[in-house]
């Protein structure tokens, strides 16, 4: 065997495994940010064959790169909740023009989607399958839907005449 197959044969199983994770992870989020490059290449060479007419009409047709590329930063690290302002960061280093308004917006409309999950201190993050698959009318209602949509016991007392 060559001196570096001796070396891998003295790890434990349990080391190789979480080596393998690692790279595993490492590896979505090159791909992440690869993605979101060739996005903003993209947006930018459609810019500069078309000139401002092209971007305008990109917005008339209501085409929008914001929602992808803030989904490539997301991706880039599923785990982490993100700032909006880290997300600004992050397309405006990709060369991206996204105002932090209309990222802000963005993230907005993404939650509504179930895209992205907000934390209580205004941070984001990708939603999970589940999340993502729940509809309003079968996912778990929140505390001011309980409040306004099931009456309480002494609410269905009243009610009864009780």
């Known amino acids: ?6 070396s891998l044969m003295q790890l434990s199983a349990r080391r190789i495994a979480r080596d393998l994770e690692s790279l595993r992870k490492e590896k979505e989020q090159i ?16 810019y500069a064959r078309n000139g401002s007419e092209g971007a305008s009409s990109k917005k008339r047709s209501g085409v929008s790169g914001t929602r992808e590329l803030i989904l490539s930063v997301v991706r880039s690290e599923p785990e982490r909740e993100w700032a909006p ?3 600004n960061e992050k397309l ?5 023009q996204a105002t932090p308004k209309s990222v802000g917006v963005m ?3 993404m939650v509504k989607g179930r895209q992205l ?8 993050k990708l939603a999970s399958e589940q ?11 929140n505390l001011g839907q309980l ?4 009456p309480t016991p002494s609410r269905a007392l009243v009610a009864r005449g009780d």
Request: proline share 5%; no cysteine; glycine share 6%.
């Open 1 to 6: 065997m060559t001196p570096l197959a001796n």
């Open 31 to 46: 791909e992440a940010q690869e993605a979101l490059l060739r996005q903003v290449l993209q947006l930018k060479e459609d």
């Open 85 to 87: 302002r880290e997300i």
């Open 92 to 96: 405006r280093a990709a060369g991206s």
């Open 107 to 109: 993230l907005t409309r």
């Open 117 to 124: 999950v907000r934390n209580g201190q205004a941070k984001y």
């Open 131 to 141: 999340e993502q698959d729940e509809s309003p009318a079968l996912g778990a209602p």
């Open 147 to 150: 409040a306004v949509n099931e």
